[in-house]
Every structure is written in C-alpha cells, then in structure tokens.
C-alpha cells in the first residue's frame, strides 16, 4: 500500500501501480511468488499483450495481463527468452545485443559493460523492460545519438521531434533476435505549432534514471510484442503477436481455446489468471477486474 504519491500521478487516469520485481526481497514477497506458493498458479510466471484486444465497444481494453502460464492463442510461433542481467534493485533488466534504424547500425557515444566480464560495447546497451513507462526512456546521450539517426529530427526545448512522415524502424536485437519499433509506436502527437508543421513529438525520450546506464522499453516497445515475465527462470520472453484475436462478450465452457470476458477473460486449458486492462487507464497498470483461472495443475481448487 502506498500512502503518498506524487503530484504528477493526478494527471493520469490511473488507480494504482501494480508491482512486480524479478524476484523477491528480503523484505517483500511479491504478489507472483504468493500466488504460487498457495498453489494458485502453477509456474511463476506473467505475461502482458498490450493494446485493444476487442471488438465490443461494451468491453474496451487496453490490453491483457495473465498470470501463471503464456497464453498461446495470443501469440504466434515462438518465445525466445532472454537471461536478466542480476542487479540489486530487481528490475526485469536485459542485454539489447545491437539497436539499428533500418539498415544503419546505431554506436552511441557512451560505452556499456554488460557485466560478467564482457568488454565495454559503443553498440549493445542494457533495458529495463517496464509497462509502467509509456514512451522508450533513454539515458540523454543515448537519445541524442539515436535521434542523430533521424532525417532533420530537432528539440522543441523540452522533447525530441522527429518528422511525421518517418518511415524508419527501430530495431532491438535481443539474444540474437530482431525486434521492430515500427514509427507508430515511437511517433507521438503532431504539433499544432506552425513553426513545428510536420514534426511529431517523439516517444524516445532522454532521461536521468535511477539506473543511468538503462533504457527503459515502455509500452513503445511492449505494443509489438507478447511478453513474458518468467521469475522462475530469471528471463523475459517476447514473441510476435497474434493481432487477429478478439475478446468477445460470448459466454464459453471453461474446455474452450475462445476468450470470455465480460469485465475479464478465461482461457481454457491455461493455468493463468487473466484480466483485461481497462481502457480507461493507462497501459501501465490493471484494472478494476475480475479474475478467473483455471483449476491449477497442484491444486483442484480454482482461485477467484
């Protein structure tokens, strides 16, 4: 529980923020960790899809959040996996190989170490991957070299802007695996000043972090993939998204692969729990919602 928050939360339709570290501290035991430990779930695990997944204007979403097993239907071919680099502060932090803007390879000023004993990288770079940030947070070196890879991207004198019109993506490889930014999820509004026609806000942002060596891949970057959150395993998986499924209001027996929703969603044959993220709520967070899970392979007892 928390009993004070920043100011800046009043502007964000938010209720909460839902936390959850890569494994426990001595002090706290995370949500993921309870629920295995009473046999609700039957693996550590939580995955998010972010993004309307519905065709009901009765039940918008924002997105999908499961807890225990991935769910397949939401995500097409496979998973790959990634080690988290270990650190103190049990963030769900990971080695980005290279990054590249179409077919130019990306080297940024300030040199990384990766830790177990590799040598300093101008071109590999480390990630906090985090729902709770919307935009890709960059340490400001980082993000002055990216954008330095952008045709005549400028600062409106708070943030970057880059050309409406760009058609260049951005690519992550993570453990030997691309992954693509495409120019509507790093594109953020246009701006209404004439003197700034044709230029949009930009969703890479330079930061001071906590982690200052860190990028941050917000939702930016979880829009386009499936992720899961393995704390068993200390790894995070991504994989593509399936984007032809669909939350219907449709009722369905609990051995059925559709999903149900009607303020939240079932998936047969899953040991998950899963609820809708509410569209009136940022991406970050969960909603209001009910849960539902299957009877856990550990325990006959479904947990509501």
């Given at each position: 529980k928390a009993d004070k928050v920043p100011d800046f939360f009043k502007n964000y339709p938010v209720s909460g923020i839902f936390g959850l570290p890569s494994n426990d501290s001595s002090a706290i035991k995370s949500i993921i960790s309870a629920l295995y430990d009473s046999h609700a779930i039957s693996i550590e695990k939580f995955s998010i899809s972010l993004g309307n997944i519905s065709n009901s204007t009765d039940y918008p979403n924002s997105g999908i959040f499961a807890i225990g097993d991935p769910i397949k239907e939401l995500y097409k071919g496979d998973i790959h996996y990634s080690d988290l680099i270990e650190n103190?502060?049990?963030?769900?932090?990971?080695?980005i190989e290279s990054v590249t803007l179409d077919s130019?390879?990306?080297?940024?000023?300030?040199?990384?170490?990766?830790?177990?004993?590799?040598?300093n990288s101008s071109t590999s770079r480390k990630a906090i991957v985090d729902s709770g940030t919307t935009v890709l947070a960059l340490p400001k070196q980082d993000a002055l070299d990216l954008h330095s890879y952008f045709t005549n991207s400028i600062t409106d004198g708070t943030n970057f802007a880059i050309l409406c019109n760009s058609s260049f993506n951005i690519g992550l490889n993570i453990n030997g695996h691309d992954w693509t930014i495409e120019p509507e999820n790093y594109l953020g509004a246009k701006y209404s000043d004439l003197s700034m026609a044709g230029y949009c806000v930009s969703n890479i942002q330079g930061i001071d972090s906590a982690a200052a060596d860190s990028w941050i891949l917000g939702a930016a970057f979880l829009k386009s993939v499936y992720a899961v959150f393995d704390v068993n395993n200390q790894q995070i998986g991504f994989a593509t998204k399936n984007e032809d499924?669909?939350?219907?209001s449709t009722s369905t027996s609990p051995s059925s692969s559709a999903i149900q929703t009607s303020a939240a969603a079932y998936y047969g044959n899953s040991s998950s729990i899963m609820t809708s993220l509410s569209s009136n709520s940022s991406a970050s967070t969960s909603a209001s919602c009910l849960l539902y899970t299957s009877p856990s392979p550990r325990d006959s007892t479904s947990w509501r």
């Amino acid at each position: 529980k928390a009993d004070k928050v920043p100011d800046f939360f009043k502007n964000y339709p938010v209720s909460g923020i839902f936390g959850l570290p890569s494994n426990d501290s001595s002090a706290i035991k995370s949500i993921i960790s309870a629920l295995y430990d009473s046999h609700a779930i039957s693996i550590e695990k939580f995955s998010i899809s972010l993004g309307n997944i519905s065709n009901s204007t009765d039940y918008p979403n924002s997105g999908i959040f499961a807890i225990g097993d991935p769910i397949k239907e939401l995500y097409k071919g496979d998973i790959h996996y990634s080690d988290l680099i270990e650190n103190d502060s049990h963030y769900w932090l990971i080695p980005i190989e290279s990054v590249t803007l179409d077919s130019f390879d990306v080297n940024f000023t300030n040199p990384v170490n990766l830790g177990d004993g590799q040598a300093n990288s101008s071109t590999s770079r480390k990630a906090i991957v985090d729902s709770g940030t919307t935009v890709l947070a960059l340490p400001k070196q980082d993000a002055l070299d990216l954008h330095s890879y952008f045709t005549n991207s400028i600062t409106d004198g708070t943030n970057f802007a880059i050309l409406c019109n760009s058609s260049f993506n951005i690519g992550l490889n993570i453990n030997g695996h691309d992954w693509t930014i495409e120019p509507e999820n790093y594109l953020g509004a246009k701006y209404s000043d004439l003197s700034m026609a044709g230029y949009c806000v930009s969703n890479i942002q330079g930061i001071d972090s906590a982690a200052a060596d860190s990028w941050i891949l917000g939702a930016a970057f979880l829009k386009s993939v499936y992720a899961v959150f393995d704390v068993n395993n200390q790894q995070i998986g991504f994989a593509t998204k399936n984007e032809d499924v669909v939350l219907t209001s449709t009722s369905t027996s609990p051995s059925s692969s559709a999903i149900q929703t009607s303020a939240a969603a079932y998936y047969g044959n899953s040991s998950s729990i899963m609820t809708s993220l509410s569209s009136n709520s940022s991406a970050s967070t969960s909603a209001s919602c009910l849960l539902y899970t299957s009877p856990s392979p550990r325990d006959s007892t479904s947990w509501r």
